[in-house]
């Protein structure tokens, strides 16, 4: 007896990170689906957000903010220099005695990232991680994934995710969201 086929299933809604910023806006980042979002961590910025996915992926990520727009603070050259400096720090842990900074690039963010895998992973099946920092306004959006394989697929979804990052400013103008 013939049966007509099943509804193709939709992926999964992403979820969506927003940060309301006082005289500023807000901050929304969609995630991209696959990751399902952990209950917000303490920290000393604005904001540390954790994610997760089934293939066994971490993402934190952490904002810090300046009080007003600074390219010293969350600038191309200041990202770089930061994001380099993260590398250099972990490079000692790392298999590999390079990395390659990467160019991250939004609408409205940009930033820079690298890839090392530990020579210790401090966690079993993480010892691949991916670590940077976007600008976006007045502030500055740090991430680090750890993950059992280089250049997993859905790690690529969350950096482009992240480069989405915008800033609703209709918020910091009393008008609707």
């Known amino acids: 007896m013939w049966s007509p086929p ?5 992926p999964p809604a992403a979820y969506r990170w927003s940060l309301e910023l006082p ?9 991209a689906p696959g990751w399902t979002p952990n209950s917000p961590q303490g920290g000393g910025g604005l904001a ?5 996915t089934r293939s066994r992926c971490e993402m934190t990520v952490h904002i810090v903010a300046s009080p007003l727009p600074d390219p010293a603070f ?3 050259t200041a990202l770089r220099d930061f994001v380099r400096q993260q590398a250099e720090a972990l490079l000692p842990e790392a298999i590999e005695a390079r990395y ?6 939004g609408h409205e963010a940009g930033g820079y990232y690298f890839a090392l895998r530990e020579r210790a992973p401090r966690r079993k099946n993480a010892a691949y991680i991916t670590q940077g920092a976007i600008g976006l306004s007045n502030l500055r959006i740090e991430f680090m994934f750890r993950g059992p394989a280089p250049d997993l697929p859905e790690i ?4 482009k995710a992240l480069a ?6 209709h918020a910091a103008d009393g008008g609707d969201l």
């Open 156 to 159: 690529q979804k969350a950096l």
């Open 48 to 52: 540390d957000w954790r994610a997760t």
């Open 23 to 31: 005289e500023t806006g807000t901050l929304i980042v969609d995630l």
């Open 164 to 169: 989405a990052a915008r800033l609703d400013r």
């Open 100 to 105: 390659t900074l990467v160019e991250l690039r």
């Open 6 to 10: 099943a509804p193709a299933q939709e």
């Open 74 to 76: 969350n600038g191309p």
